[in-house]
């Protein structure tokens, strides 16, 4: 794929740092802000739909979601924040994760060309309480065996991103999982 779309997916080489301080939250940590030096705004919608627990907001285009206990921001003139990093080789890692899952939504732009509307709308008025609506016509409702206390407090947490959704045995995971999730890069 490197080679058919080369000329234009973000390169390593693209990545500029431009701010670093303290975390917030933690002083033994950092935050960063980057930049990819290229618009994004084409492929904000496809990352939004693509990461578990992220928010796309319209004014200004920004894309923010949660990975490893990291925030990382994306905005539509291809800037990049990330908070807390314990170190620089965190840095590299996150670094990469961000500049694959930006060329994976510039791939699929590139090679999907139908409109992602109605799934941006679906995924916005996504909550716990709709996931649990799948859950509790289930006959085993609220039965444990996922190690919550309930079904909601299970799809609470699957909603955040601190559970699994194989964590239920009875519920229809592909089902679950694409509406999270509604694009897999």
């Known amino acids: 794929m490197h080679l058919i779309f080369g000329d234009k997916l973000v ?7 431009i701010h670093r301080s303290p975390c917030t939250t933690d002083p033994n940590r950092f935050k960063i ?8 705004r084409d492929v904000l919608p496809i990352i939004y739909l693509s990461q578990l627990n992220s928010e796309y907001m319209k004014s200004p ?9 990291h925030n990382i921001l994306i905005g539509h003139d291809g800037s990049v924040a990330i908070t807390f990093i314990k170190d620089d080789d965190e840095m ?10 930006i060329n994976n939504a510039i791939i699929y732009n590139l090679t999907h060309h139908t409109s992602l509307d109605d799934l941006i709308e679906k995924k916005r008025v996504l909550s716990p309480m709709m996931l649990y ?15 919550e206390k309930s079904c909601f407090g299970f799809t609470t947490k699957l909603y955040i991103g601190e559970r699994n959704v194989g964590g239920c045995p009875y519920v229809n995971t592909t089902k679950i999982q694409s ?3 509604p694009l897999d890069l």
Not at 33 to 40: E, H, N
């Open 11 to 17: 390169d390593d080489d693209a990545w500029e740092a």
């Open 33 to 40: 802000i980057a930049t990819v030096g290229r618009s994004l």
């Open 61 to 69: 285009d920004i894309v923010s979601y949660d990975f490893q206990r």
């Open 92 to 101: 590299n890692i996150l670094r990469s994760k961000v500049i694959q899952t």
């Open 133 to 147: 609506k799948s859950f509790k016509a289930l006959p085993e409702a609220d039965c444990g065996e996922c190690g």
């Open 179 to 181: 509406e999270l999730i």
